[in-house]
């Protein structure tokens, strides 16, 4: 199966596909609200949409980046000033019902995205090849399908795809995993010989991205963990107190800069190192900064992340507990951690519970739980969510207190809740006893403990 086939089965397939690119055949002269998440897939990923519209004649475009995942009708308002608007588009945010409400506002809504989906969707127009049951892959890498198929794409859509599908962890070039044979992988194929300085090997340093092993990582990766400095990697990590990154929306001056990137495309095809790669940027300074400032972050977040302890073992994966106050950078660190920990302490394989404190747009201490699994033992994303669950029994707050995941990877934040952080902590505690309680009965367990380990996610 090459590209071309691979669109064309999507086409004939998804029924949302189908109606989403009729809309986007009828932009013209159009205003259009378009709001992707705020991470590098999300910013390549409305890079790619953008000039979709612009070539449909859309008259006016305007993007923005809002913290969080799901999609909320204020966010919507918050844009007044720059309506009104015909259309709004999502790309790499959540697919929740909450879209059906922005099209119960009047405002005919298409996304494009490839996160589960939570809630059915019935007004809203969604492309999600989760629908289509496709391996994993990125927003990017979608809205790569929806510009192939309306005859818009050219060079700088195959960049802003590959930068979105490496930033989500959908490939891995260093370890051979160049994604699902049946979506993503053929692309990369035709499409490698053409980028073939983004792929070349470079020995010696790893990027957050490089979790398969750290010895070594591509231009690719390098590239991508700029683009996560800058965007604030959908975790908002943000330098409000640096003079120059203080004054900037960083997801927008990533966003931006990576527009300007399509009139430099020969150049980009050359590039052969970070610093001939940061060259193209124009506001390079500002780039410049918060990478360095992330990888500062970084080594003291390694070092911390060292007193991690082990509290116990279920389902044949030792769980490690990390507790600390407002470090950046967590999510990412801990899962590299967790590998080494878990190697060094022959566990054969581990989770790991990281709570943490934040403070939000709001100004507000939120909790954050953030949790990394090396194997699907353990699924960390149920955990999320029954972490989300137990706080909304106490604080019924579910726009602020979320939780959720994959079985690797799964975050719950408190938010603008107010939820006092001793009590967020006891409950992720008690969670986490609670866990170990029933791992302790495994052999003996009713009908309603393993429902509870089902939800637990230490039995399937
Ligand atoms: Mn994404």
């Not at 137990?390 to 809740?417: D, K, Q």
Request: aromatic letters at 8%.
């Amino acid at each position: 199966m090459n590209f071309k086939e691979i669109c064309d089965r999507e086409l004939k397939e998804s029924e949302g596909l189908k109606n989403l690119l009729k809309k986007l055949e009828d932009v013209k002269g159009k205003r259009v609200l378009l709001f992707g998440h705020d991470d590098p897939d999300g910013t390549s990923s409305a890079s790619i949409i953008k000039r979709v519209l612009e070539k449909k004649g859309a008259s006016f475009v305007h993007t923005v980046f809002p913290e969080g995942f799901d999609v909320f009708p204020y966010e919507i308002e918050a844009e007044s000033k720059y309506g009104p608007f015909d259309l709004f588009v999502s790309v790499d945010k959540g697919s929740k019902d909450g879209l059906d409400k922005i099209v119960e506002m009047g405002l005919d809504t298409l996304a494009i995205d490839h996160h589960f989906l939570m809630g059915e969707i019935k007004k809203a127009t969604l492309f999600n090849s989760l629908l289509t049951k496709r391996s994993y892959c990125s927003g990017s890498y979608l809205c790569l399908i929806v510009s192939t198929l309306l005859g818009c794409v050219e060079p700088i859509d195959e960049f802003d795809a590959l930068i979105g599908l490496k930033a989500d962890f959908a490939i891995d070039p260093t370890s051979g995993n160049f994604g699902g044979a049946d979506f993503v992988k053929p692309w990369i194929e035709e499409i490698k010989p053409r980028w073939e300085n983004l792929f070349k090997e470079i020995p010696g340093t790893a990027t957050l991205f490089d979790t398969a092993q750290r010895e070594k990582t591509t231009l690719l990766s390098q590239i991508a963990e700029v683009y996560f400095a800058v965007t604030g990697g959908a975790f908002q990590y943000f330098y409000p107190d640096d003079p120059i990154l203080g004054k900037l929306n960083q997801p927008l001056l990533c966003f931006e800069e990576n527009l300007k990137l399509n009139t430099k495309i020969d150049k980009l095809k050359k590039v052969n190192s970070l610093e001939d790669f940061m060259k193209l940027i124009d506001k390079r300074e500002a780039w410049q900064r918060a990478y360095d400032l992330f990888k500062r972050n970084w080594s003291d977040v390694v070092k911390k992340m060292e007193t991690a302890v082990p509290i116990g073992r279920a389902n044949d994966a030792t769980i490690y507990l990390f507790v600390s106050d407002k470090l950046p950078l967590i999510p990412m660190v801990g899962g590299i951690a967790l590998a080494e920990k878990v190697k060094k302490n022959a566990d054969g394989e581990g989770m790991i519970f990281m709570i943490n404190t934040e403070i939000t747009s709001q100004g507000k201490l939120g909790t954050h739980f953030s949790l990394r699994a090396t194997s699907d033992k353990i699924h960390v994303g149920k955990i999320c969510q029954a972490s989300a669950a137990r706080l909304n029994e106490v604080f019924n707050n579910p726009t602020e207190i979320s939780g959720g995941g994959h079985p690797r990877a799964g975050e719950c934040r408190t938010r603008n809740a107010g939820v006092p952080h001793g009590i967020a902590l006891y409950h992720g505690i008690s969670l986490l006893r609670e866990l170990l309680e029933l791992e302790a009965k495994r052999s003996s367990w009713t009908d309603s403990d393993k429902k509870r380990a089902v939800e637990l996610g230490i039995a399937s």
